[in-house]
């Protein structure tokens, strides 16, 4: 599964192209699986904070992180809230995305969630 915060329509747009499983973030949402994060990043470089709260509950089941982000914000804080996540909760960062990104990130994170989010789940 993937669970997606997405605020503008860029990451909805690109969970609708990927074969994999995925899951709005809500409010209250509770996960009892291995899920990938795909968040966008928010402010100056930071995490949505319904994407903080939502690892807060959930982080353990997090297997890896997905970001989409926008390189004109520049280096230094483009997809930082992936760069944060998967440092604070010591998964993998997947994918750092542009925007919408491109073709050979979504073959990526297929790869990733079949090979090991999916095997993670049989285990
Ligand atoms: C208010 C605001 C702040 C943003 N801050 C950053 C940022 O610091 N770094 C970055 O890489 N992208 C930043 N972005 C770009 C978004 O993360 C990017 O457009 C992403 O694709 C949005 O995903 P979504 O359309 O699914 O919400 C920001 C966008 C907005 C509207």
Not at 34 to 44: N, R
Not at 64 to 81: K, L, M, P, T
Request: charged share 20%; aromatic share 12%; with cysteine.
């Amino acid at each position: 599964m993937i669970v997606y915060a997405s605020r503008t329509g860029n990451i909805r747009a690109i969970i609708e192209k990927l074969n994999v499983p995925a899951v709005q973030l809500t409010a209250g949402l509770a996960m009892t699986e291995p899920f990938l994060m795909f968040t966008y990043t928010d402010g100056i470089g930071q995490v949505p904070s319904s994407v903080e709260t939502f690892m807060q509950d959930n982080g353990h089941y997090c297997q890896g992180v997905i970001v989409s982000g926008n390189r004109n914000f520049g280096h230094d804080v483009f997809g930082r809230a992936g760069d944060i996540l998967a440092k604070q909760y010591n998964v993998p960062l997947v994918r750092k995305l542009d925007l919408r990104g491109y073709q050979a990130d979504y073959e990526a994170v297929e790869q990733f969630y079949f090979e090991r989010v999916v095997a993670c789940k049989r285990m």
